[in-house]
């Protein structure tokens, strides 16, 4: 079984500073995925960017990089300048190997930017 | 590309009502999900199609939920009868390659707002 493990409920921060939310994941796939989504008020989950468990290094999307410890099995996302549009509930997820798909969702971090 | 599109947005009916939810995936995506997100959890998982075959049901209350997936594209997900704990979002997402060692990245649509009096 995968589990997905989000321990900050919600976070404030101030505009253009740098954020870290937590993530730490279980499960016995040899192969594995991790992903996080942003869910902004509207309710659409957006994409945001992707870790291979195997990828040599750690992802990076724009404003967005995943810092992967495979070891710690952490895989924490980090906003760099953040903006107020960053404002959302952020989520972490993990999809398993092959046959095992489906992606399974943490329980969510409510971020704040505080102009 | 247009979105995954869902309707309706909103439903509020009355517990022991039925209730229907529809999904049109992206063009060419393989594999359909429904997650269900209750107010203040994460999503989970409902019912996965590739193509219009089940591929994993196993949170689905089949009891009162059923879904169907109809030529490989729109999807159907129904409520009957409707309790109280049904109350929450039901997402719909699609994906391009169902086994891709990829990303196979969900794309979400907005989702249906249910709510059970």
């Known amino acids: 079984a995968q589990k997905i493990t989000q321990t900050q409920p919600g976070m404030f921060v101030q505009e253009k500073e740098a954020v870290t939310l937590d993530c730490t994941y279980d499960?016995?796939?040899?192969?594995?995925?991790l992903f996080w989504y942003k869910q902004p008020s509207s309710g659409e989950m957006i994409f945001l960017i992707y870790q291979g468990s195997y990828d040599q290094q750690n992802a990076t999307e724009g404003r967005y990089s995943l810092n992967f410890q495979k070891a710690r099995k952490s895989a924490n996302l980090v906003i760099s300048a953040s903006q107020l549009g960053d404002s959302a509930m952020y989520f972490c997820a993990m999809r398993g190997d092959f046959g095992n798909e489906k992606l399974t969702f943490g329980t969510g971090t409510r971020l704040t930017i505080i102009p | 590309e247009a979105g995954v599109a869902q309707s309706p947005r909103y439903k509020i009916i009355e517990k022991r009502q039925s209730v229907a939810f529809w999904c049109n995936p992206i063009s060419g995506h393989a594999t359909l999900y429904w997650y269900q997100q209750i107010l203040g959890q994460g999503p989970k998982l409902l019912i996965q199609f590739q193509n219009n075959g089940v591929v994993d049901d196993s949170q689905l209350p089949k009891d009162r939920f059923s879904a169907e997936r109809l030529k490989g594209v729109d999807s159907t997900l129904k409520i009957q009868p409707a309790k109280l704990e049904d109350s929450a979002v039901y997402l719909c997402a699609s994906s391009l390659r169902p086994r891709d060692s990829g990303a196979n990245v969900l794309t979400f649509g907005a989702g249906s707002r249910l709510t059970v009096l």
């Open positions: 499960t016995s796939d040899p192969s594995y995925g």
